[in-house]
């Protein structure tokens, strides 16, 4: 299939956000600090005019890896359901790198769900930590991808 990714609003996360990662909790839970920040970025792939695909990439420095750029932290990454498997995240994780290098990005991490590993592997992250509990939503591990 092929997805266009181009940029979004905050707003345009927040559907696709809570009702793939946060469905049994408050709306209000899908909305993250420093979504509005002018330093954070938001991508959404979309087949035609449905919006298939979100996440959002927030300045953030990735603990551990000393500062050398920008480094931007990979947020509330949601496929719709019936998109999940062709191809839209992938999509808009190929897309990144160009991206994001437009605002000096050194670095993309995320705290990636324990049934994600795999997928953030194959498109070129590398995971960084064993994996920890995040309260109320999982097991996860620290994945990073250079840019540079």
């Known amino acids: 299939m092929n997805f266009k990714v181009k940029p979004i609003t905050a707003a345009q996360t927040i559907l696709l956000r809570h009702q793939i990662l946060r469905p049994h909790r408050h709306v ?3 909305y993250f600090d420093g979504d509005d920040s002018t330093d954070s970025l938001h991508l959404g792939a979309y087949s035609g005019d449905e919006l298939a695909c979100v996440a959002s990439f927030m300045k953030a420095q990735c603990p551990g890896f000393p500062t050398l750029g920008a480094h931007y932290q990979l947020r509330g990454m949601a496929t719709a359901t019936e998109w999940q498997r062709r191809g839209a995240g992938t999509a808009l994780l190929q897309y990144m790198p160009t991206y994001l290098r437009e605002f000096d990005a050194e670095l993309v991490w995320c705290n990636s769900r324990i049934n994600a590993i795999s997928f953030y592997l ?11 509990d995040i309260v109320d939503v999982g097991q996860h591990v620290q994945m990073i991808r250079s840019l540079s």
């Open 28 to 30: 209000s839970t899908a």
């Open 122 to 132: 194959k498109i070129g992250f590398t995971q960084s930590s064993e994996p920890f």
